[in-house]
Structure formats: C-alpha cells, structure tokens
C-alpha cells in the first residue's frame, strides 16, 4: 500500500510544512489589508451612532489586531502537526453547559467564512486533497486537519475572539476579512500544489477514477466533503469530476445522496425522501446503464482510454485549464469536420450574434443559407445527423465509441423532434450535439446521472422556451433566443474543454434568468419586485422580532405591550425601513414610539410619573396608528389594538413590580437607535419557515398571495417544491382560473417564490403552500421530465426494439 512508503510520508509531512509556512507569509499580508479597510471606514460618511460605532471597533482593532495576528501564527503552526481542536474554548471558561447563542453565533460564522474561502479556492483544494491521500494512504482528511478550510475557519474565529476582539469587530470587517482570508487560503493550496508538483506527484490530477458506480446506480462519490464538513457548499462537493451541483437545490443545501439524507432527516427518517419527478429520472438513467453494461460491458464504468495523445486543450473561458478528453486522432478529426457541417448548415435566419465563437459560426454560403425556411432546415438536419452519425461511427476504433456515438445520436434526435420548441430553438440545440459528444466520450457519467452539467444546461434552457407563447411575438422569447445563441457559440469557442466550458455557460445562463424576470421581463419586473418588498419586510420584522425580545428579557414590562411589540410593531419597524430607510427620520420616530411605549408600561409609582404618562399618552397613540396605518391595519383591528395597550398601560398604574431605571430606560433607547447593526445575519444563512408571518396582508391588484388550498404536503412534496427552477412553466389552477404560469423568482432563502402569468399577475407562495399545491394537483408542469430524461426514455425505446444498433 502506498501509505507505507516511508518516502511519501516525507513528502507529505514536507508539503504540510510548505502549506503551513505558506499561511504564516501570508497573515502579515492580512493583517495589513485589514488595517488599511478600518481606515478606509473611518473616512466614510455615516450617522452619529454608526461613525461611533466604526470609530469603536477600528480603535480595539488597531490596539487588538497585532496580537490576533500573533496568535493566529502560533496556532496555525501548532495546528500543522497537531490539528484544529475540535471544541472552542469560550472566555477560557471550562465549566459544562448547555450551547448557549454565543456558541452557535460563532459555528455560523466560521462556516460562512469557511464558505467563502472554499468558494475561490475549491479547484485547488480538490487537486491537494488527492495528492495528500495518495501520500499518506488515508481514504479522506480528517475533520479537523489544516488543510481543511472548515478547520482554518474555527482557528481564525478562536484566535479572534481570544486576541480580545468581539463580534461587532468582526462584524465590520466581514467583508476583507472573507477577502482576504480566501486569498490567503488559494495562494496556499496553490504553493502546496506547485511543490507537490516540482516533486512529480500526480502531474495530471483526475478525479474521475474517484467515483465509484455499480451497475444500475448513479455515481456517488466516496470523497466526503460537504457530508462531513458543513463548510462545503454544492459547488465544492461536485467539484472537478464529481458532477455538478443537482438542479434545483437551495444555496446551502446539499446534493445526490446529501440532499436526500437531509430530506429524510426532515420528513422523520425514515429512508430516503425524494420528489417523484428525481426518482424517475433516476430510474431511467439507471436503466440505460443497464442497457449500455449489458451490450458494452464495462462502457459506462470507466473512462475511455486511448493509446493516441490527448488532444492540445486551450484555457477554458474562467483561465483554466482544461481537464483532458481522450479522442482517437480519426475520431477527433471527423468530430471537428461534423461540427462545421453542423455550425454552417445550423444557422437561423436571425443575423448572428456577438461575442465568442460568432465569427467562426458565420457560414461560409451567408445570405444563401438564411433563406432556407425554418422546417426545411430542420428536415435537412435531421437528414444530416443521420449521415455525420455513420461517419462517426467509421471513424470510432473502439465498441464503447461507436455506442456513445449511437445514444448521443438518438438524444438528439429526440430533441430535435420536440414540437414545444420554437424552431429556430431547435437550430441551435443541434449545434450542440458534437460538443456534447465529445464530454460523452471523455465522461461516462454523462450516461450516468442527470446532474452532468451538459444534460442540465440542455434542460434549463428547454424548460424556458417549451412554455413561451410564440406566437404572441413578443420579446420574451427574443431575450431568452439571443443567450441560447450567445450560450451555443461560447461552447462551440471551447471545443475540448468538456465539463467546465457546460459549467461555466449553466452558471452564466442561471444569473441571465436571474437579471432577465427581474429587469427586462415586462410581465414579471413588477411582480418580482412586490416579491422581494415581501421578502424584505418579512426578514426584517422576525429580525426586530428576536433582537425586541432580547431587549425586553429581563425587563418588567406588560405582556400585553410586550404582544404588542413582537407581534405588531416590528413589522412597523419593518415596514417603514423598507420604505423609507433605517435611518430616516420616521423610522427613528417609530423606534422612539417604542422606547416610550416600554416607559408607559412600566410600574408607576409616583403621581409625577403618572402624570407624565397622561401627557405623553395621546401623541404615542396617535403615533401608534400611523404605524399600524402603514403595515395595513385596517381601523377595526387599530382599534382593537389601541384598547388592549390601553388596559395594559391602566395596570401599570397599579402594578407593584420594579421600575425600570433611568440609566436603563436610556440603554434601550440607544439600543432601539442602532437596531440594525444588531440584526444577525442572515444573506447566507436558512430562515426558518415557521417563523413567516400570514403574507395575506401583502396582497394588492398587481400581486396575489396564496394563504389557503391543499392539505399538509409529504416530505418527498417539500423536496420537489425546493427543485422547481426559474423560468419553468406550469399550469396553475387558483381562484378559478387555469393558466400557465413561469416560475419568475426564488427568494433568498427559497421560502418565497413567485409566479407570474402571461399577462403580468403575480402569485406569490410560501414553500410550504407550494409543495400542498403540487400535491394537489393544483399546479402541474408543463413539463412531465426533463428535456434529457424524455430523450433518454425515447433512445432507451429505440435501443431495447433494436439492440444491435449500438455496434452495428
């Protein structure tokens, strides 16, 4: 076993030493960059109490910083040959406790920092990760070893906190500090893998090998990143060989088998859960891994390798190189020769479009070649697919070639025969045949799972365009035509480049819906905008609603006021924020209403007390309604509000408990001014959805919420509503009316999602409502599968009436 070469356990041992001094360098470098951010802040204009705050927390910095730097270069040496401690000592107490929020507070924010670190640096980490197991002969790193960033993450958060610095310290210099802490990171992994590297181990890292499949199964891979080590988002687990991030997953979830544990958690445990539509596709991807072992045994098992070189790859549109895909020099060449008969017969009668490729992608015939019309092209290509398939398959030197050649073929073909698709669309998706072929060939996992980057780009742009209304000649579907077009070309540009080129366009594709639905779509621009006031709102006044009940915990107030102000005044709060600012004048005022409303409330003991109370009283209120006037209340319930605080301030008249102390009344309201400050986090964190108010009061002309319809949803609802993605169409029955209707925007967290209609109507769920809405039948696809999977299920057809096919 390599693990017991004594000479690879020096290496090893060297290459931590070189990862670790390389850490060391780059602190000091840090510590700089934060110093020159904090004097930056202070240049920035700002309200009194925040340059206060700034002018606080940049002083400990300055008096506290050179001293977490120091410790942090101790410990990461130390942590080189020692590991992270698993358990943080807080304030160096030792005593046994329940987890207390200071504790959790700080989990959050070394995973949020681990995060981001790995968010630049995954590529590399990936190619170090495997150089280091192959050295010391370990299945995986350990949880806590240096060289994750999960561990790096709670060393920087320990040192922090122990060097005398405080949360609201690392609060305003999250941003460099995530920078920073990611470049730091990179430039580490990438100075371990160059050494590594200079020492020939493992030139060319692939990490296909890596997944291991049985006959019949999607691939998982063994490699446990994000199942052991919650700092790894999606995008790091299906990294570089290990397929792409699974469609339709929130930011923070997991994936493949991640995700349906952590679906199975949620509905009880009680095996895996997921959404029918993924179980299916699963199944018929399984079914023709079947297929394919059983006419090409060991096809879809392993690479394809072959005794000519690998091809010359270019950088990839990101700068990197490219992972290599093993062709045939006859195969290469007739594939090169078959995308040009493809790119120049492919053309629509649109003019072409700028940016990568759109040169090469003009035909060589010009005027002649637009003026074919769309079916006859599209009868020609179906003609010629057939001939470019029988070249290939001449040029192929080996079984598994020729029945890639054969599957690919026949998912095409498929496609290309799907009415729903405009047919200029479908111009263009013939254009991706040969690119798909060649990750086909240089990845049998393409055959495996849907989550391949080339199936789900081939999917997402088919669940966009199968719904459109076409023949309403509108710009919707120009918009969406034109990035189909620019998406063609980028990976015609990109020949053997493979997975990463599929990637990055899937990315780039996903942000263009994202700006699309919200700034140029004209049926969606207002909705999506409503939805997000709703979403902001709602965050807020649960964010109020925590931060209200801290500050009131030990203080003697009403119950009733204090109902008052969880319930009723943070969506006020809320309200005018999003309105008007968090710092502008009304939002004070409705803050300061607060403050004397927690004074009124108190015990009075005294007659000046009380009839300082008196005096206040009718301008509070008035106050009051014009709050509640804003968040919607309709007079009845102001009045019915207005009573109850009435009856709570008449008891404090006679109550007996304490009063609340000057220096202490005055603390609230400095608190209740800075109140945003306080407010945790959460742009990257989960909301929970039982903490969502009732949204019906939200409703308005250009926007309806659904409050009401279908029964509590299943586990395996939940998770097929957390799988629906933008720019899908669905038919929606509600209210009476049966209509399609595309899937506009996800909120940040994916607890708020809305559709619009053709014309403009918005209709906004809550997630919960959503999945009770599918399990209904209430909203149904328009889709029954994906793009891929239908043309998968359609080959598998052709493939089981004809089996010699493959070969022959």
Known sequence: MSGTDPRRHAQAAQARRVFTEALVRGIAATGAALHEAGAQLLLQPAEHAVSVLRRDCVGLWQRRGVVWLSMLRDAVRSASTQGVPDHVTVSGSASLSL???????????ASRLALAMMDKATWEFNDLRTRMLLLEGHEDLATNDLLRAQALSRLVLDCWYASGLTRAEWQLFLVPLHE??????????????????????????????????????????????????????????????????????????????????????????????????????????????????????????????????????????????????????????????????????AQPQAGGVAGAGSASAAPSTGASVREVPLPQQLEELKARNLAVKQVLKQAADTPAERATIE???????????????????????????????????????????????????????????????????????????????????????????????????????????????????????KGVSLAQQVEQRETLAIQYTIELRKMLNEVPVQEGVRDFLFQTWADVLAVTAVR????????????????????????????????????????????????????????????????????????????????????????????????????????????????????????????????????????????????L??????????????????????GLRHHLILFVSPQGRGVLFQQSRLAAFLQAGLLLPAQDEALTVKATRNALAKLDADPERLLG
């Open 407 to 525: 599957v690919v073929a026949l998912l095409f073909q498929s496609i290309l025969t799907e009415e729903r698709i405009p047919a200029t669309i479908r111009v263009w998706f013939a254009r991706l045949q040969m690119p798909v072929l060649r990750v086909a060939i240089g990845e049998p996992d393409f055959f495996a799972t849907t989550d391949h980057p080339a199936r789900r780009l081939i999917d997402r742009m088919g669940a966009c365009v199968m719904g459109f209304n076409t023949s309403s000649g509108g710009d919707v579907g120009e918009a969406v035509e034109r990035e189909i077009k620019r998406v063609v070309q980028v990976v015609e540009a990109y020949p053997d480049t493979g997975r990463r080129v599929f990637q990055t366009v899937l990315t780039e594709f996903e942000k263009f819906l994202a700006h699309y639905f919200e700034q140029e779509n004209s049926a969606s621009i």
């Open 725 to 746: 993605q933008v720019g899908s169409w669905y038919m929606l029955d509600y209210r009476g009316r049966n209509e399609p209707v595309q899937l506009a925007w996800r």
């Open 580 to 723: 008007a600012g968090a710092q502008a004048e009304v939002t004070k005022q409705m803050k300061r209403a607060a403050a004397d409303l927690i004074w009124s409330a108190t015990a009075k003991v005294s007659r000046e007390e009380r009839a300082e109370v008196i005096r206040r009283l009718p301008p509070l209120l008035k106050v009051l309604r014009e709050g509640m006037g804003h968040a919607g209340l309709s007079i009845q319930k102001q009045d019915e509000q207005i009573k109850a605080l009435n009856n709570s301030l008449a008891a404090a008249f006679t109550a007996k408990t304490a009063t609340i102390p000057p220096d202490r009344l005055e603390e609230l309201m400095s608190q209740l001014e800075t109140l945003e400050a306080m407010l945790p986090d959460t742009a990257g964190g989960e909301l929970d959805e039982t903490l969502m108010r009732d949204l019906s009061s939200h409703e308005s002309e250009e926007l309806e919420v659904v409050a009401e319809g279908g029964a509590p949803p299943s586990a395996a609802m939940l998770a097929w509503a957390q799988e």
């Open 180 to 345: 920073e802490m990611s470049h730091l990171l990179l430039e580490a992994y990438h100075e371990t893998n160059h050494w590594l590297m200079q020492q020939g181990v493992m030139p060319e890292v692939d990490l296909r090998p890596y997944i291991r499949r049985t006959a019949g199964s999607r691939s998982v891979s063994p490699l446990p990143d994000a199942s052991q080590d919650p700092a790894f988002a999606p995008t790091t687990l299906y990294a570089r060989g290990m397929g792409a991030m699974p469609e339709g997953m929130p930011p923070h979830g997991g994936g493949g088998m991640l995700r349906d544990a952590q679906a199975s958690a949620a509905g009880g445990g009680k095996g895996a859960v997921k959404s029918a539509v993924r179980n299916s596709a699963e199944q018929v991807m399984a079914q023709l891994q079947r297929v394919l072992n059983r006419q090409v045994p060991g096809m879809a098992g392993s690479p394809q390798v072959s005794n000519a070189p690998t091809q010359p790859m270019p950088a990839d549109p990101r700068g990197e190189r490219a992972g290599p895909v093993t062709l045939t020099g006859r195969l290469h060449a007739a594939i090169n020769h078959a995308q040009e008969m493809l790119r120049h017969r």
């Open 99 to 109: 987890v207390d929020d200071d504790t959790i507070e700080r989990q959050i924010t």
